[in-house]
Nanobody, 126 residues
Framework: EVQLVESGGGLVQAGGSLRLSCAAS????????IGWFRQAPGKEREGVSC????????FYADSVKGRFTISSDNAKNTVYLQMNSLKPEDTAVYYC???????????????????WGQGTQVTVSS
């Protein structure tokens, strides 16, 4: 059974940084796409970043390029999202998600992910 557990959220001032973690169990990364998504109150969920387990390719939404970095530690089955230069508009619940096979398909469109974590709140104050 695929399980995903996010951690690392919190309250930070604008311009600050946070690192989110997504601890995965029940599968190995090689064939999977691991994505980070967020949902702000009253808004639709959006894909933020994604990585392919097989070769570590990374994808970013335009709104976070240059500020967020996704990385993975395959030995720990953990994916990280380093978030720098945070803005109030980054405030949301952040979720990680996983899906396989064909990780490029899922990462390129941020759609079709079937396994989700419970989410972690990120609040950026102005």
């Amino acid at each position: 059974e695929v399980q995903l557990v996010e951690s690392g959220g919190g309250l930070v001032q604008a311009g600050g940084s946070l690192r989110l973690s997504c601890a995965a169990s029940g599968f190995t990364f090689d064939d999977y796409a691991i994505g980070w998504f967020r949902q702000a109150p009253g808004k639709e969920r959006e894909g933020v970043s994604c990585t392919t387990g097989s070769d570590g390719s990374t994808f970013y939404a335009d709104s976070v390029k240059g500020r967020f970095t996704i990385s993975s530690d395959n030995a720990k089955n953990t994916v990280y999202l380093q978030m720098n230069s945070l803005k109030p508009e980054d405030t949301a619940v952040y979720y990680c998600a996983a899906e396989a096979p064909f990780p490029y398909h899922y990462c390129s469109g941020y759609g079709g992910f079937g396994s989700w974590g419970q989410g972690t709140q990120v609040t950026v104050s102005s």
